[in-house]
């Protein structure tokens, strides 16, 4: 019945589908209609599957990160962009997702490739409309669009409630896009659109939201597709190891290039991989060069290639504010400049603020300069070749059209070159010409110099006659001068003068000729003894850097006139016995790092730096010094403003305070902490006091709280709720700690073997990483790394190596005759919330002589409801006994009773795996970060 009933439900249905009329279609004749019929279906079934690649190395992952942002079940019509510097697999991509997608959408599917290259042609863009409108319709003619507007409303009106899926191939103009996909609503419901490009802010343009940032691919892969298109094997054949590594990270995981390369160098014999790739570094392979040019080639402003150019020669791995002051003394407007490259994925800045280029980027930049005058160095705008460089110095063969310069002859330290041979080259902005002996004389030949930079300088003093009034930066590192004196000109553009480990320079005594200097470091001028009093007329001094002059012996009264100074380090001058008495008038002061001085009083004014975010005090040897200074600083400091000097009462801003390793101890906190209101981070390493100091409970803002080696303290309590970070390793007296932040993310007690259980950590929320490990003389390895993570099932890195495993909390093994290091593992499950976060004692037993080779502790900290597993990676010269082959370990797990062993094992490395074995451990670790594993090196 109920299949009878399922029968006259699907009939029903289909009676009330609107039909083909025989007389309308066909009029009347069956034989027509049945193959429009016909027509109508093979149209729908007609998917061209693309080609995409022939060996698709690492496509998998990057496809479904990619579909993942497209949420193929959503109504919505999503736009994603997929970006990246060319060649690094873009269109690749775009085409595997189009092929697995392709067919889920009735309204029709459209690959339009090469965007950019096609709409540059004559009526190009009318020709992608109506190749998008063919692919979607399935209409051969569309005679009736004239242009792209006529274009653009026919695409809205056809396309408007239909589901399709677009995809629109290296969009580099807005042009493109409008004439395109304007517009979501020009799509109907669940609409797929997805755009391949170099530029996000074409992206931004279009507000799209959804991007998928193409990586290179990561040294595995890079070898596997190499190896396809080098041998036509997955890895390289016998002997070509060591050549195909080398090429590989030349490549730097760009797909196109291994793919060009390992084809170039495919059958190719070994001495002739090594003639090849000595060719590469100064001419990069044709076709790689046509291909990344492209982004540089559809730059509009000179300017912008500039900044390029100039990156790509001299300011790779630099700072990009440090850069971009010198640019912009060249006029090249480095703000808008770099932005756009950087859009245009020419150009990142990395974490560290510092200006990163693909080195194939790089190359192909410089080949652009190169091919400027191929056969005449002298005659191009940068030049870096040290080949080249000697030879247009020595030959005297430099023209106006050098613009840069860069000789670094660190290495061989017998360059000498005459002035004489920059005397034809008027136009030179940037010069680096590191221990280099310069000879003649110096007038009229660096007065258009942006840059200069000369480590290692061998004069003595600097050359009265050198003009350099257009200069911006001024690097003299490791220089031999001695006085920076009154005979130097004016510099009144320079904005940046670094002499840092100059050991010999004793003065500077002309500050006065700097008006618009903003850094000044001096850091290690070890016979530095005096700073001058006229540093007080650099008004725009923001930066200011003295540390490790260990001569130094005072600062004058005039540097507090410096109103703009944002940092200041002294850290290391050994020699400095006070700070001036008004350093408080300071009011830029930001930063004052102040550690390993011979400082014994702070002056009263210090507490007038109403923007002091920074203060580090530390580690000073003297014990008795700096408790007395401390003591005179923590005796002004109170909760209660009524009773704090008003001196004091600035340090509200204050987010760093570092006093690590002081010898203090319990006299010098008896006062309270309490009202530094905005400390984050707070510093005590190495002190003596044997109770925290009063008042850290009451910090709201506190986030981290260091006590590493602070041997004598016996108890942590009263720690903040903000709190997120507790790292108090090789506290040996530790007893106690009540924890009271939910917010806590990590907790390192490492060597505490005193403590026996932690108060509060069940109420966390956020599953730390806890880091409990105690054996005397044991010292952590790089290597020597675990991994917490969720799931019973080992990741399939670790599942291959495992060779010895037991049911429950123990097994035993026989070691082997050679052997270098063993990876445990734990498979447990948390039963008892409320007992599990006393530690668990883990031991290795030698069944020889009973002795237990290697133990830690650790507290074991997930969900509950839910298996997790652990892994450990010892070497084996880290274990304080011998272990010979044929011993018998006992491998055994003690944990409290919240905490179920389910199962145990160890793989044993040996010689052979050794050498690849720590790459091998690094992999594993970046699975476990990349699929949301905890992951806890123990440091």
């Not at 790689?288 to 730059?299: H, P």
Request: glycine share 6%; aromatic share 8%.
């Amino acid at each position: 019945m109920d299949k009878l009933k399922m029968w006259r439900e699907a009939l029903t249905e289909a009676a009330e589908l609107d039909g083909w009329n025989l007389q309308n279609v066909a009029n009347g004749y069956e034989s027509k209609f049945i193959q429009k019929i016909v027509e109508d279906v093979l149209r729908k079934l007609n998917f061209n599957y693309l080609n995409v690649a022939k060996h698709p190395v690492g496509i998998d992952l990057r496809v479904k990160d990619v579909i993942c942002l497209l949420s193929p079940d959503s109504s919505d019509v999503n736009i994603v962009g997929i970006r990246g510097i060319g060649g690094i697999g873009k269109t690749t991509i775009a085409k595997a997702v189009f092929n697995q997608l392709c067919q889920g959408f009735e309204g029709g599917c459209s690959f339009l490739s090469n965007v950019r290259e096609v709409s540059e042609q004559p009526n190009g863009l009318v020709q992608l409309q109506k190749q998008l409108l063919h692919d979607t319709l399935k209409v051969k003619n569309f005679k009736n669009i004239t242009g792209i507007d006529s274009g653009i409303h026919l695409i809205k009106e056809r396309l408007r409630y239909k589901r399709v899926l677009v995809v629109v191939d290296d969009l580099d103009q807005m042009k493109q896009a409008d004439a395109l996909v304007g517009d979501r609503n020009w799509f109907g419901p669940g609409s797929r659109i997805i755009i391949t490009t170099r530029d996000a802010h074409l992206l931004d343009q279009l507000q799209v939201i959804l991007r998928y940032e193409v990586r290179e691919l990561n040294q595995e892969e890079s070898f596997e597709l190499f190896s396809w298109h080098a041998f036509n094997e997955m890895i390289p054949i016998q002997g070509y190891m060591e050549v195909s590594k080398e090429v590989v990270d030349y490549v730097g995981g760009l797909p196109l290039a291994l793919e060009v390369l390992g084809s170039y160098l495919c059958k190719r014999s070994i001495p002739e991989w090594r003639s090849a790739m000595e060719k590469l570094r100064k001419i990069p392979h044709h076709q790689i060069q046509k291909k990344l040019r492209i982004s540089y080639d559809t730059l509009d402003d000179d300017k912008i290639k500039d900044i390029f150019l100039d990156v790509a020669f001299f300011f790779t791995g630099m700072d990009k504010d440090y850069v971009m002051k010198i640019l912009d003394g060249c006029g090249l407007f480095p703000e808008i400049g770099m932005s756009v490259l950087i859009s245009r994925s020419l150009m990142t800045i990395d974490s560290q603020n510092k200006l990163a280029m693909h080195h194939l980027l790089r190359d192909m930049g410089r080949e652009i300069v190169r091919e400027m005058s191929p056969n005449h160095p002298g005659k191009r705008s940068r030049l870096c070749l040290y080949e080249d460089v000697l030879d247009v110095l020595n030959m005297h063969k430099g023209t106006d059209a050098v613009e840069g310069l860069m000789l670094d002859a660190r290495a061989s330290k017998d360059v000498v070159v005459s002035t004489k041979s920059f005397a034809k080259m008027r136009y030179l902005r940037l010069l680096q010409i590191n221990a280099v002996h310069l000879t003649g004389a110096y007038e009229n030949i660096f007065d258009e110099l942006r840059w200069f930079c000369w480590h290692e300088c061998p004069l003595k003093s600097m050359p009265h006659n050198l003009q350099l009034d257009n200069l911006i930066v001024l690097e003299m590192q490791f220089s031999n001068i001695r006085q920076f004196s009154k005979k130097v000109k004016v510099l009144k553009k320079l904005r940046i003068l670094d002499l840092s480990h100059s050991v010999h320079l004793e003065k500077i005594s002309n500050f006065s000729g700097l008006p618009s200097l903003e850094k000044l470091l001096l850091g290690s001028c070890t016979s530095l003894v005096n700073v001058h009093r006229s540093i007080g007329h650099l008004k725009r001094l923001v930066f200011l850097d003295l540390e490790g002059c260990k001569n130094l012996k005072n600062l004058p009264e005039s540097i507090c006139c410096l109103k703009s100074l944002e940092t200041l380090n002294i850290s290391g001058c050994k020699k400095l016995s006070r700070l001036p008495d008004h350093i408080g008038d300071m009011e830029a002061l930001t930063e004052l790092m102040a550690e390993r001085t011979a400082i014994g009083q702070l002056p009263s004014s210090i507490g007038h730096l109403k923007k002091l975010t920074k203060l580090s005090l530390g580690g000073l040897k003297d014990g008795v010094q700096s408790r007395s200074w401390f003591q005179q600083f923590s005796s002004r400091l109170s909760n209660s403003k009524v009773l704090l000097p008003a001196s004091f009462a600035g340090l509200t801003s204050l987010t760093i305070l570092f006093l690590p390793d002081c010898g203090l101890s319990e006299d010098a906190f008896s006062i309270d902490l309490g009202c530094l209101s905005s400390l984050v981070d707070l510093d005590l390493k190495g002190n003596n006091f044997f109770n925290l100091p009063a008042g850290i409970g009451r910090l709201p803002m506190l986030q981290t709280l260091w006590l590493h080696d602070c041997k004598n303290l016996i108890a942590i309590s009263e720690l903040p709720s903000s709190l997120k970070q507790l790292l108090a390793s090789n506290c040996t007296s530790l007893e106690t700690l009540s924890l009271k932040s939910k917010q806590l993310l990590g907790l390192s007690l490492l060597n505490c073997p005193k403590l026996v259980e932690i108060q509060g950590l069940e109420g966390v929320e956020n599953n730390p990483i806890v880091h409990m490990d105690q054996r005397e003389e044991y010292h952590f390895s790089e290597e020597n790394s675990s991994v917490c993570y969720s799931g019973s099932v080992l990741p399939s890195p670790i599942h291959r190596l495992v060779n010895y495993e037991g049911i429950g909390s123990s097994f035993s093994f026989h070691v082997p005759e050679s052997i270098r290091g063993m990876v445990f593992w734990i498979m447990y499950a948390i039963t008892d919330v409320k007992n599990m976060y006393k530690p668990a004692n883990i031991v290795i037993r030698n069944n020889r002589n009973r002795n237990a080779c290697y133990s830690w502790k650790m507290v074991f900290v997930f969900n509950t409801g839910e298996d997790h597993s652990f892994a450990r990676y010892v070497p084996i010269d880290m274990l304080p006994y011998a272990v010979e082959g044929g011993d018998e370990l006992e491998f055994s797990v003690q944990a409290g009773a919240g905490t179920l062993i389910k199962k145990c094992g160890v793989h044993l490395i040996n010689p052979e795996f050794a050498n690849t074995f720590p790459t091998t451990v690094k992999r594993i670790m970046r699975a476990m970060e990349i699929t949301n594993y905890k992951f806890s090196p123990f440091v």
